[in-house]
Structures are given as structure tokens and as C-alpha cells.
């Protein structure tokens, strides 16, 4: 069973900075795609960016310019850099990985932006 774990969520200002970690407890090598959603209450879970086969990237148009998705297979974890957040982009951030053509989901981490 694949596990997932996000960290570095928080309470930030309009115009900071964050970096979500997500470490997964197997090599990350083999995956073929990794990914960071949201969920901001009372709405859907929404994709905010995917690398698939460590190659090419996707990012949400509202998070283009501002997030950056990335890997270290080395650590078997998988980031995202968030810069510029707006107070829209409060939310619980999950991390998705497919592997084997099975999901695996973290539990996710509440980032809030307010001043």
C-alpha cells in the first residue's frame, strides 16, 4: 500500500510564500504521474498541477506563473512551491499519485491565506 504525506501547509499573508512537501513511501521513479489538487469548503476538489513521467507539467490557469511543481526522487518526495498566494487560494491541498493505474491520496494540508 502506497502512503502519502503532506506537510507545510499554514497561515499566510496575501503576497507569501509556501512549499508543500509530499513524501511517498515508495520509490518515486516508477510513477507515472504525481500531482497537487485542492479543496476549498463547499466546493470540488480541483487539479492544481501535475508532472507526468517527470517530463512535462500542467498547472490550473489561476495558479499558472505563480506555482511550480517538482520532484526529488532521491527524497521519494514530491513539491510544491506556491508564491504570490491570494486569498482565493485558501484550501486543503492534497497530493495524488497513479501507479500500477491505481490513485493514492495523502490526507491533505490546510493552507489559509489572510491578513
Known amino acids: 500500500q502506497v502512503q502519502l504525506v503532506e506537510s507545510g501547509g499554514g497561515l499566510v499573508q496575501p503576497g507569501g510564500s509556501l512549499r508543500l512537501s509530499c513524501v511517498v513511501s515508495?520509490?518515486?521513479?516508477?510513477?507515472?504521474?504525481m500531482g497537487w489538487y485542492r479543496q476549498a469548503p463547499g466546493t470540488e476538489r480541483e487539479l492544481v498541477a501535475v508532472?507526468?513521467?517527470?517530463?512535462?507539467?500542467n498547472y490550473a490557469d489561476s495558479v499558472k506563473g505563480r506555482f511550480t511543481i517538482s520532484r526529488d526522487d532521491a527524497k521519494n518526495t514530491v513539491y510544491l512551491q506556491m508564491i504570490n498566494l491570494k486569498p482565493e487560494d485558501t484550501a486543503v491541498y492534497y497530493c495524488?499519485?497513479?501507479?500500477?493505474?491505481?490513485?493514492?491520496w495523502g490526507q491533505g494540508t490546510q493552507v489559509t491565506i489572510s491578513s
Open positions: 508532472m507526468v513521467r517527470g517530463f512535462s507539467t
Open positions: 495524488k499519485v497513479i501507479l500500477n493505474s491505481k490513485d493514492y
Open positions: 515508495e520509490s518515486i521513479f516508477r510513477i507515472n504521474l
